[in-house]
């Protein structure tokens, strides 16, 4: 029997991880600033706007990517592929910092498309870390703040984790320095660097993006202009611009919205919004009963009833109030008429899904 000589096993990650749960479930704090820092990051996304010019153009490609190497960097620390997350971690700053590169002049559907593409040229190389801070700070808000909080060196303090990716010595290879077995071993330690590490990551890239669309950090209610439908512009809802509160430093948000207040682009936004006029009760149940449709579309009248009845256990609610039972017996209605009452668009088209298939 031909037994392949492999030490790091699928079963060696298994264990690995069985102790890496263990351990977050036994220190809630840690566990909980790990989700914090996922919905910060997943939040630092809708800064980055999207309009009919950029939209699919891969402008949004780069931060995309940065989010990905940031979930598979917590993957691979769960199995105790610690070298291997903090390498993902490090290609996660890079391109988080280059969503703002590319998108410096708000030009990022044009900046980006040797890059994207993976041409065969020198404009298409992944432009090196000097080459990006030389761009950022020709923007005036990142210049501004770095005068003042030197965020270059925050991320030049990040600069250990390029000896991961080559491997600088046995502190920086698979076995970290330590006298261990060679295989995965589950190490506190380190997983607790991660977080540290992750939190700074998070906080540079954070950074570059409310500087350069500071009107994310403006708090505005912008359901009252436009309901349900808030055209990504950059803004954020009060609740977001709280919830990076709690991760980002305070003298750092401090001073991006004193920025902002001095930014006139944001500014004219603002005034340009306020100019519009509010959404009516009646308009903003228009657009949640059109939103409804495209849902019932997808699953049929049945089930998309079955789902709000299961959201009606959750939140411990006894019946639906008036304005759902209207909305309810519209969108039945709409249903039968349409043929989506026990059927989806596809039954109708007779186009079988992937699970069908």
């Given at each position: 029997m031909n037994i392949p000589p492999y030490i790091y096993e699928p079963e060696k990650s298994i264990e690995v991880y069985k102790k890496t749960s263990k351990y977050l479930s036994e220190n809630q704090n840690l566990k909980g600033k790990i989700s914090e820092l996922g919905w910060f990051y997943h939040i630092i996304?809708?800064?980055?706007?999207?309009?009919?010019d950029n939209l699919f153009s891969g402008h949004f490609f780069a931060f995309t990517e940065s989010w990905d190497e940031l979930q598979i960097s917590y993957n691979l620390l769960n199995f105790g592929l610690y070298k291997q997350a903090f390498v993902s971690l490090?290609?996660?700053?890079?391109?988080?910092?280059?969503?703002?590169?590319?998108?410096?002049?708000?030009?990022?559907?044009?900046?980006?498309?040797?890059?994207?593409?993976?041409?065969d040229s020198y404009e298409a190389n992944t432009p090196r870390a000097n080459a990006i801070w030389k761009v950022l700070l020709s923007n005036e808000n990142i210049k501004t703040f770095n005068k003042k909080h030197d965020l270059k060196s925050e991320f030049n303090e990040l600069g250990f984790l390029h000896n991961y990716v080559h491997t600088k010595g046995s502190r920086y290879s698979n076995k970290f320095g330590k006298m261990k077995t060679n295989s995965q071993t589950f190490e506190p330690e380190?997983?607790?660097?991660?977080?540290?590490?992750?939190?700074?990551?998070?906080?540079?890239?954070?950074?570059?993006?409310?500087?350069?669309?500071?009107?994310?950090?403006?708090?505005?209610?912008?359901?009252?202009?436009?309901?349900?439908?808030?055209?990504?512009?950059g803004g954020l809802e009060t609740?977001?611009?709280?919830?990076?509160?709690?991760?980002?430093?305070?003298?750092?948000?401090?001073?991006i919205?004193?920025?902002?207040?001095?930014?006139?682009?944001?500014?004219?936004?603002?005034?340009?919004?306020?100019?519009?006029?509010?959404?009516?009760?009646?308009?903003?149940?228009?657009?949640?009963?059109?939103?409804?449709?495209?849902?019932?579309?997808?699953?049929?009248?049945?089930?998309?009833?079955?789902?709000?009845e299961s959201l009606l256990e959750m939140f411990e609610e006894k019946e639906f109030g008036e304005v759902m039972n209207k909305r309810i017996s519209y969108l039945k209605n709409w249903s039968l008429e349409n043929g989506y009452y026990d059927k989806t668009k596809l039954d109708i088209l007779g186009i079988k899904s992937n699970k069908e298939k």
């Open positions: 996304g809708m800064t980055v706007p999207q309009n009919w490090r290609s996660g700053l890079e391109l988080g910092m280059l969503s703002v590169y590319y998108n410096i002049n708000d030009e990022g559907h044009n900046m980006v498309k040797d890059w994207l593409l993976s041409k380190l997983l607790k660097t991660w977080v540290q590490t992750y939190e700074k990551v998070a906080t540079i890239v954070c950074t570059l993006h409310l500087l350069k669309y500071p009107i994310s950090v403006v708090k505005f209610d912008y359901s009252k202009k436009f309901g349900i439908d808030i055209p990504s512009f609740y977001n611009i709280e919830k990076i509160r709690k991760i980002l430093p305070e003298p750092y948000l401090n001073t919205e004193e920025i902002a207040k001095n930014d006139s682009k944001t500014q004219e936004t603002i005034e340009e919004i306020k100019s519009f006029p509010d959404k009516t009760e009646e308009e903003v149940e228009n657009q949640i009963r059109e939103m409804e449709k495209s849902f019932i579309e997808g699953m049929s009248f049945i089930k998309w009833l079955k789902h709000q």
